[in-house]
């Protein structure tokens, strides 16, 4: 398998590759009713004036789009993330990563007064941030896996001293 050497791309891909990992968890703590709403309709809350229209197709299309769009760039800052420390321990980068953009996320969406669908419930937010931890390890995953190893060759950040 050819590997991808293109930072930009390989997070692009990884970001998208990583949100269907999110998007899954999110509609099972949906339906085990653990989250009020999917992640989809907090997204679309932000763009359309009502919950009814966040939740009809239309809302959802705009939703999810948003969503892996903000999950590509989140894909582009781990693989920078990678590039600078290295592929080594996929699992505790992946979390932290994950969960870090992902708050960085919630609380931005959360912030627009025109919300009207953002989760209020402790319960809602935190199936978010396991989904984000998920989507976090996911997207760590396929970019240290499918990344060419030239992208994750990083210099002592001391060499200018001798050993």
Not at 109 to 119: D, R
Not at 132 to 161: M, Q, R, V
């Amino acid at each position: 398998m050819k590997k991808i050497n293109d930072r930009v791309m390989l997070g692009l891909i990884a970001g998208l590759g990583g949100n269907v990992i999110k998007t899954i968890s999110d509609e099972i703590l949906l339906k085990m009713k653990i989250s009020e709403r999917s992640f989809r309709t907090t997204s679309a809350g932000v763009w359309v004036s009502t919950h009814e229209e966040a939740k009809n197709i239309n809302g959802q299309i705009l939703g999810a789009l948003f969503d892996f769009g903000l999950a590509s760039l989140g894909g582009i800052g781990i693989v920078h993330v990678l590039s600078k420390t290295g592929r080594d321990h996929v699992l505790s980068k992946g979390i932290v990563s994950g969960i870090s953009i992902g708050s960085m996320i919630t609380a931005a969406l959360s912030a627009f007064p025109q919300n009207k669908v953002k989760p209020k419930d402790a319960a809602s937010n935190l199936a978010y941030m396991l989904s984000h931890a998920f989507y976090g390890i996911a997207t760590t995953a396929i970019a240290a896996k499918i990344g060419h190893e030239s992208l994750f060759d990083t210099g002592p950040a001391n060499d200018y001293l001798p050993p």
